[in-house]
T-cell receptor, first 113, second 112 residues
Framework: GAGVSQTPSNKVTEKGKYVELRCDPI?????LYWYRQSLGQGPEFLIYFQGTGAADDSGLPNDRFFAVRPEGSVSTLKIQRTERGDSAVYLCASSLTNFETQYFGPGTRLLVL | DAKTTQPTSMDCAEGRAANLPCNHSTISGNEYVYWYRQIHSQGPQYIIHGLKNNETNEMASLIITEDRKSSTLILPHATLRDTAVYYC?????????????FGTGTRLKVLA
C-alpha cells in the first residue's frame, strides 16, 4: 500500500520567508509525528499529533514553528520568518496508534539562503 | 539524550553476516528496542523491534541480552544495498506518546 508521502521533496527559500511543508500519512494512521534532521545527525522529535490535536509539541524549537492537522489526516508544518539555521531535512512519520511502529516518509529538504 | 550508544562506523564484506551492536544500559523494563536504517537521501526505514525475546523477520534478526542492556542486529547475508546508517533506538514513554530518541547511528559500508 501507499506509504507516507511528503511534499515538496526539496524547498529553497530566502531568509525571512514563510514556508509550508506537507505530510500525507498512511491511510488510517491516527498518530503523526514531525522530526527534523540536520546533516550527520539522527532525526530529532518536533511534534506529535493524535487525531487532530497536537498532543505534544515540546520539540518545536521556537514560536516560528507551527503545525496543524485539521481533519486528522494530512498535516502541514509551517515555518515563519525562516532563518539559515532552519535548513535541514524535515521528516514525517505515522503510526496506526501511538503504541505502534512509526513509518517515515522520504522527507523535505529545506534550504534557507 | 539518546539512551543508546553505537559504533560510529563498520565495514562488512558482501555475502557475510553484518552484526551491529548497540548498548542501552539504562533501558527500563517496558521500553522496546527498535532498529531503523537510513539509506542516503531517504527517510528512515523500519527493520525490526523487540522487548526481551530474540526476534527475526525477512530483513534481519535481533538478539537482546538477558539483562536487556545491549542488543545486536544481524543482517545474515549483507548486500551492497544494505549500505546505510543503522539506528538503534529505545522507545520511551513521554508526553502522552512513545518517542523515538535517535542517536547518530552506525554507518555500515558493505564492501564488494
Amino acid at each position: 500500500g501507499a506509504g507516507v508521502s511528503q511534499t515538496p521533496s526539496n524547498k529553497v527559500t530566502e531568509k525571512g520567508k514563510y514556508v509550508e511543508l506537507r505530510c500525507d500519512p498512511i491511510s488510517g494512521h491516527t498518530a503523526l509525528y514531525w522530526y527534523r534532521q540536520s546533516l550527520g545527525q539522527g532525526p530529532e522529535f518536533l511534534i506529535y499529533f493524535q487525531g487532530t490535536g497536537a498532543a505534544d509539541d515540546s520539540g518545536l524549537p521556537n514560536d516560528r514553528f507551527f503545525a496543524v492537522r485539521p481533519e486528522g489526516s494530512v498535516s502541514t508544518l509551517k515555518i515563519q520568518r525562516t532563518e539559515r539555521g532552519d535548513s535541514a531535512v524535515y521528516l514525517c512519520a505515522s503510526s496506526l496508534t501511538n503504541f505502534e511502529t512509526q513509518y517515515f516518509g522520504p522527507g523535505t529538504r529545506l534550504l534557507v539562503l | 539524550d539518546a539512551k543508546t550508544t553505537q559504533p560510529t562506523s563498520m565495514d562488512c564484506a558482501e555475502g557475510r553476516a553484518a552484526n551491529l551492536p548497540c548498548n542501552h544500559s539504562t533501558i527500563s523494563g517496558n521500553e522496546y528496542v527498535y532498529w531503523y536504517r537510513q539509506i542516503h537521501s531517504q527517510g528512515p526505514q523500519y527493520i525490526i523491534h523487540g522487548l526481551k525475546n530474540n526476534e527475526t523477520n525477512e530483513m534481519a534478526s535481533l538478539i537482546i541480552t538477558e539483562d536487556r542492556k545491549s542488543s545486536t542486529l544481524i543482517l545474515p547475508h549483507a548486500t551492497l544495498r544494505d549500505t546505510a546508517v543503522y539506528y538503534c533506538i529505545v522507545r520511551v514513554a513521554q508526553g502522552g506518546t512513545y518517542k523515538y530518541i535517535f542517536g547518530t547511528g552506525t554507518r555500515l559500508k558493505v564492501l564488494a
